[in-house]
């Protein structure tokens, strides 16, 4: 009704406009030109408030709600949560094997503490709105709170290993299957302190090794490199100094590009000169174990290159570090692996997993072969990194400000890997039918039969959590035996302690099994109740 | 320099001012008076200049940073985690033992789903900044984010013990030191779907009962009441309808202000008849236990109002199911309790506890009398709630949507309790000194004596890794004896294993326990290598 009286009036305002307009043209009196234009208006005018009534009766009939979450995000049920909780167990686990303790930062941080530490990516940060105060937004990542702890903490914490699990914010395109979300969890170890070469470095290479073995994953491999040797390899094949940063994101594509691809981004995007590239080409191809380190330490050219050779001499240190921790055979010592965040200063590295890899190719498709190169290009094969970190020495000085000499006032090195738990978890959901997930731990069941014995079954519930086993019971006054059997085996629990009038009067109850479907014996044992606890703990510690 | 020349402008603007006006004032001609205008705005511009400059200047200066969190937001570092670690596993184990799972939701909602939940406190709702896309704030609790699921995922969880541990938002004028924050932790645990009446309800009960007793906070109390109860109250009293919540919320204040500043509240700013407030009066200073339940019953003006009378229905089911549970000592029925939220529809809670009293008064201040009782005001010797909850069974139906005959198309009932456990970690810090927390829980150190047998520690780091224990050593290449032993007194680490050239060419080792300061034998046993596991394992376990 209001809509076709809406279409009425736009087109009696499109032609009565056209009707202004040819009466000005022609050189109407003003007089006749005013009654038409007034015409107009009124026109104009009632079509906003038509258009006004509309907009608040569609805001009336919406006060249902968009029933959903935000976008980008979701909500994790019981299920996703028990394997959630799994993965977090494992990995601290590990952590604190290692003596590390945990701390918490606020969810959002003062809004110039995160500007100029993400360069491009900085757009992805969420604002808080401004309602007076503070500017402020969430955090992006751990890392940068946990330097603006420690700057802010200062000498108290110059040794110390700390994990941090929780969640960062990124206004990103969202791709929920692959894990890619605006809200997820970040997992992550670092060891700030002023300590001697490589040290902390192979433990949290240790570390790493142990949190993907104890993950179940599957079999993993962690490409390691070192940015000082990398700098001196650009260094050497004549990349000018401003230039490396940018020729090293390029580097940084090769996993998911040919290199031919690569090159052209140097030359042409980066302006690089092509022997230079080429140069570059020859290095980033090499990868291995010790032995590329021997291959390296001949290579003249890059040993008297004081970055390389500082470089070369940290990962020799480093590799005897991992023999003795029995990680090397897990490593890939890869000169094309160079990471995007410009903080790195020392060792980076990238842990990837073959379960990782991408839906199959089709029937006779084959996978792509680089060009220039018998290896496969990963993007076919697709491999992607579930865990990464590296060496980051000056990003608390960012923070703690300069002194006069524009030093920093307070410096602490710091090495650090993040887990990629958000792909973790699709690894270990997929590898899981959801009902065979218990996310409840219920241990035993007190079930009724014949009568309702709530009382009873509260009395029972009572006794056993008191003795420290998980029970629960129907909170219904009578319920029906099949109900209460269907309770047990959609919660998957393993025990039931079943009561009826004639067992309590004698002062028993039965318990059974809701695993075996045994049926000896009307499915279960009768026991005095008196010995129900000691029953029940022996087997559940067979459990 | 520039501040100088600002205020000479300043000053030359001003008199310029006075200059023109005295012109215009005296009539003086047009282009007299235009060229001193044009001077005044010369003027002017150089001022706006000079302070553009100084601006961007201040600006330039400021890329060292406010090196803080944002107001009312704080970190928790290692010694407040532990203890935060304690009490959520503490609360969780009780939690899972009564079958419950938990649930997680994004930190943000869309800003639709919150609008409308919290009346007046909606303005201390944190709103994310508008960067394109949806409109979302931060969570302000966890009750609507699980009612929001609850209607989402409907059919799936009309069963459901959820607990959920957590962070929300608000706005508020922080009180840092009392606890009160704008980012602090809630803790929940609900029970939703359809049962038989005070089932769930009293379990809730036996758990938060469960959950303070293991939370080891001294003393409890919790006050129950109902809301149906106090409903059938004042409409006995001759409240109009319209003025219940009000008045509801009047007598929720009962517990901070004395009975007469209530009144006044209930006659001058609510408009009720002061007989009828009276009236009130006499009810709401009752309290008890199943004594007062006795006296409600006989009171036939309240038990022939429909509402008290279910009112009072329930609460004898519910004293009845308390009883199994051992918990009816730890309940006052206290019809003074009325609870804030517009939500609650049935039982409603809140404990209290002796341990959460303010600073003692001064000498010869004695705790102040509430005006027309010989009871204490408790603002004086102030004790404050540090959980609470009670029974919504309407919520879930605010989100789903009604139909064409306006009933909800999902209506789940629900109760639940939060606990307040930023006043429960305060209670726990304020008991424990921070240098005897152990936020690590590393078990063993490696020590060298004499040569810095670098390898070597790693090496017997590893074995213990693999063994499962938790171990550490200093990350220095020749680290001094006494900087060892220093860590292992500030970590507090129970065992020290500890190597040298000698000990390790006959493959032994020395273990020695680091919390007695017993000296002979060297200060520790020397063992076979060989038998180091099962030595630690054996004195780890008696620890």
Redesign the interface.
């Given at each position: 009704m209001s809509e076709n009286k809406k279409i009425e009036l736009t087109q009696a305002i499109e032609s009565q406009g056209q009707k202004v307009r040819q009466l000005k043209s022609e050189g109407a009196e003003k007089s006749v030109i005013d009654a038409q234009v007034a015409l107009l208006l009124e026109f104009k005018k009632e079509l906003a408030v038509l258009e006004g009534t509309d907009k608040k009766a569609s805001k009336a009939s919406?006060t249902?709600?968009?029933?959903?979450?935000?976008?980008g995000?979701?909500?994790?049920?019981?299920k996703?949560?028990?394997i959630?909780?799994k993965v977090f167990n494992t990995i601290t686990k590990v952590f604190?094997?290692?003596?590390?303790?945990?701390?918490?930062?606020?969810?959002?941080?003062?809004k110039?503490?995160l500007a100029g530490k993400y360069g491009e990516d900085s757009k992805l940060i969420?604002?808080?709105?401004?309602?007076g105060?503070?500017e402020?937004s969430?955090r992006y990542d751990l890392t940068v709170p946990f330097a603006?702890?420690l700057?802010?903490?200062g000498k108290e914490y110059q040794?110390f290993?700390?994990y941090h699990i929780a969640?960062v914010?990124r206004?990103d395109q969202p791709a929920m299957t692959k894990g890619r979300m605006r809200?997820f969890y970040q997992c992550d170890f670092d060891?700030a302190?002023v300590?001697?070469p490589m040290?902390?470095d192979?433990?949290i290479l240790?570390i790493l090794c142990?949190v993907l073995t104890d993950l179940d994953v599957g079999q993993f491999t962690v490409k390691i490199n070192h940015r000082k040797i990398l700098d001196g390899i650009f260094e050497v094949c004549g990349v000018p100094e401003a230039s490396i940063r940018p020729i090293s994101s390029a580097v940084d594509k090769l996993d998911k590009l040919p290199w031919a691809d690569v090159k052209k981004e140097m030359v042409e995007e980066k302006g690089l000169a092509p022997e230079c590239a080429d140069k570059i080409g020859e290095y980033v191809k090499l990868k291995g174990g010790r032995d590329l380190l021997e291959i390296l330490k001949k290579d003249d050219v890059l040993t008297k290159n004081a970055s390389a050779s500082a470089g070369i001499k940290d990962m020799e240190l480093l590799f005897?570090?991992l023999d003795?921790?029995?990680v090397t055979e897990k490593m890939s010592f890869d000169l094309s692996l160079a990471r995007g965040l410009d903080y790195y200063t020392g060792i980076i590295y990238e842990a990837v997993t073959e379960k990782s890899a991408p839906p199959k190719l089709a029937d006779g498709v084959k996978p792509k072969k680089k060009t220039n190169s018998d290896e496969l290009d990963e993007s076919t094969v697709g491999v992607g990194s579930i865990a990464a970190g590296g060496r980051y020495d000056n990003l608390v000085g960012m923070?703690?400000?300069?002194n006069k000499k524009g030093v920093p006032n307070l410096q602490i090195p710091c090495v650090g890997v993040s887990i990629g738990v958000e792909r973790v978890f699709s690894i270990l959901m997929a590898k899981q039918k959801a009902e065979e997930i218990k996310?409840?731990?219920?241990e035993v069941y007190v079930i009724s039969v014949g009568d309702g014995l709530?009382?009873e079954r509260?009395?029972i519930a009572?006794q056993l959590?008191d003795a420290?086993?998980?029970?629960?019971y129907l909170?219904?006054?009578k319920p029906k035996l099949d109900k209460q059997f269907a309770?047990c085996d959609k919660?998957m629990i393993p025990f039931a302690v079943i009561i009826g009038k004639d067992e309590l009067e004698k002062g028993q109850v039965r318990i059974k099994d809701m695993r075996s479907k045994d049926e000896t014996q009307g499915g279960g044992v009768t026991i005095e109740q008196t010995k129900m606890i000691q029953e029940l703990k022996s087997r559940l510690t067979l459990l």
């Open positions: 919406k249902s709600f968009t029933l959903k979450t935000a976008k995000t979701k909500d994790y049920n019981d996703d949560m028990a959630r909780e604190k094997k290692h003596g590390a303790v945990t701390i918490d930062t606020p969810v959002f941080e003062l110039e503490i969420y604002d808080l709105a401004d309602q105060g503070e402020c969430l603006r702890f700057a802010m903490n040794n290993k700390r969640k914010y206004r809200e060891i302190g300590y001697d040290i902390p192979s433990e240790r142990e005897d570090y003795v921790f029995e923070f703690s400000g300069v996310s409840n731990e219920t709530l009382k509260m009395q009572k959590w420290g086993i998980k029970a629960s909170f219904k006054n309770v919660e």
